[in-house]
């Protein structure tokens, strides 16, 4: 029980003008790219228009879980 309670985390990073946000769903992941310079409030999703920087935010989410991201669908 422990384990899927760790997997369903909502996750966030932010770096430098970008926030992502990792949100488990029953059905996949949902991620969600904001340009935190632009849109402070975080309210227009910009994953679509920025496919680079989701790729290098996913690894970089990737890369500061280590160990713990085996465990997410990333």
Do not use: H
Not at 6 to 26: Q, S, V
């Amino acid at each position: 029980f422990a384990d899927v309670i760790i997997t369903a985390k909502d996750r966030a990073l932010r770096y430098g003008r970008w926030k992502l946000e990792y949100i488990p769903t029953r059905s996949g992941v949902l991620y969600r790219l904001f340009d935190i310079v632009n849109d402070p409030s975080c309210c227009e999703c910009v994953a679509e228009r920025y496919p680079t920087e989701l790729a290098q935010m996913r690894a970089l989410l990737r890369d500061v879980l280590g160990d713990a991201s085996a465990e997410l669908i990333v």
